[in-house]
């Protein structure tokens, strides 16, 4: 149960003065549902104001405050002509106030003639006259004048600035005092202020160090949610796994193991030879061997009587994983089974009862495997493949499915930065295979500027006349008015004026049979231009396809766009890589592309990509939502993460733990934070 003094912020914000049906509507489109939300919405900038008393032609440009008589009300000729209101300062120096639409007959009423009223808005040029345009703020007599500083928060279609500012206020009214969580050595050294005066000061703009120490407090939640997901889960026993080598010695492979890949591999074979369940993350670079490692774990686990499980993050993913496995596996008494959310009746009734009944040894599937339904009969080693949003709450989970708790192998193919594996997976150990191998040739990657794509065209026609085949990425599905985007179904029809049924399309909304016909279609060489949206980002295989050509690249990160590189470079000859620029793009934009000219090194683009993105994203995931914070950016990660990590350490082996006082503070911050895979240890234990 969450501490009562949490009980004002997680009030809905349906019950905020002001707030009726029409207002939460664009509040739940932000995620403002609650009091603490609206707390933690903090400005995406500020407006600076200069208050003047007198117009003058030397602050066009600049957001001004200035008291002004009301003098005529000029409407338009028609509904789509704006009305105008003049206004005088004391020495008679005249200011058009322009409103468009339906707020003209506010304005009308908010600025009657004659009467004074204080207004504020940017002030601009219009020929020989002086406007305003829609001012942001009118005050009559005895009101309080705009401020001089105000914060811009992020809006949504229905909440104005004015009314986001006068929400926040209210949520901040009702800030409780909270108990001080963080180490006080700590505390000290940064000179941070209190939790509850840091937060009204950051709406406050009083000092901007501040956002970190609220940065800091998500992170040290994270952490100790992390580490009391771990402790929990070392209490509760796994089982050993210790193989004897009859199927690993049967398995065929296509190349010798390398050095990086014997090494990973005993290190997990250590690990899961232990009573203490296995957590650890394997990373690799695109086509470094990880699902072959990922194998012989598994076959470890059928070699000791258990069973094992692979999740993948897309339907397209898991299937060519079973379609793969059961190619490499051909020959050995291994039964293996994939189960999605689009499997049904007989079929997924048969699946389940061979798990219940063992006669499955390994399913490969989406996160259907591990749904309350699925039960197994002895599951001993779960693999995770790209699944950025597996965190500790989905581990908790996990550890209900096997006899004791199945030791998880986590496979990425993005390498992640110190700072951010922390972040994300500081509860697990980490494996790096760092050697390719032998007989890939790096992709040749080249930069190509939107105005030449007719040349592209005929390169690509050249392409596919020598056998080869090709990946097309665009962005967008469809398109949109909103968007000068490539759309995938725009595109795929323009190329097939050209190639004609050679041209196949691929995306996101089409249904899973779909998408698994198209697949198939081009992986049999039956189609030879695959055009996508990032779809195809992880996990297609299809070696003849040689080329990939990537539309309006500046838009994506460089973990997505060396994701989708890795998609060609998987047969013995030469691959290229296009990327397709935007004719103006900007200096960040332009170090991205750079870069990927430069190196094939996902380890080293991991490490361009923070610097590059800064605050902005999570390797490339806050685009699609996948980031695990609200507050802290990648910056304050990169900063925090090392001493917020330390102090979770400490409170839970020094200071008394989480029945010490600053445990008891710790634990509010759990509740605060919505660290549930935490707060659900606490629950339990």
Known sequence: MRPDILNPLFTETGALKGVGPGLAKPLDRLGLTRVRDLAYHFPAGWTYRKQVPLLDAADVGQNIIVRLVIVDHKSGGNARAPTRIHGCDAEGNYVSLVFFGRNAGWA?????????????????????????????????????????????????????????????????????????????????????????????????????????????????????????????????????ITGDGRLVGQLQMPFALTGAQRRVISEIEGDIAQPRPMLRLLQGDVGSGKTMVALHALLRAVEAGLQGALLAPTEILARQHFANLQKMLAGLPINIAVLTGRDKGRARESTLMGLADGSIHILVGTHAIFQEAVTYKALGLAVIDEQHRFGVSQRLMLS?????????????????????????????????????PPGRTPVETLVMSQERLGELVDGVARHLSSGKQAFWVCPLVEESEHSDLAAAEQRAAELRLRFGDQVAVIHGRMKGPEKDAVMEAFAAAKTRLLVATTVIEVGVDVPNASLMVVEAADRFGLAQLHQLRGRVGRGSEQSRCILVRSPHIGETARARLALMRETNDGFRIAEEDLKLRGAGEMLGTRQSGDSPFRVATNEQVRELIGAASADARLLLDRDGGLDGARGAAARIALYLFERDAGVATLRSG
């Open 108 to 240: 009308r009423k908010q600025l009657p003639i004659g009467e004074e009223r204080t207004i504020s808005g940017k002030l601009e040029q219009y020929g020989q006259e002086l406007q305003i345009i829609h001012p942001d703020h009118i005050v009559a007599g005895g009101e309080a004048v705009p401020a001089i500083m105000e914060p811009v928060y992020p809006l949504s279609e229905g909440l104005t600035n004015n009314r986001a500012g006068q929400l926040v206020a209210q949520a901040l009214e009702k800030l409780p005092d909270l108990p001080e969580w963080i180490e006080p050595g700590l505390f000290a050294q940064k000179g941070w202020k209190g939790w509850r005066e840091a937060l009204a000061s950051v709406h406050r703009k009083e000092d901007a160090s501040l956002q970190d120490r609220l940065a800091y407090d998500e992170l040290f939640a994270n952490q100790l949610a992390m580490r009391l997901v771990r402790a929990a889960l070392d209490k509760r026993r796994g089982t050993p």
């Open 400 to 436: 209900k499915k096997g006899r004791g708790v199945p030791h998880l192998l986590v496979m990425t193919a993005t390498p992640i930065p110190r700072s951010l594996a922390l972040a994300a997976y500081g509860d697990m150990d980490v494996s790096q295979i760092d050697e390719m």
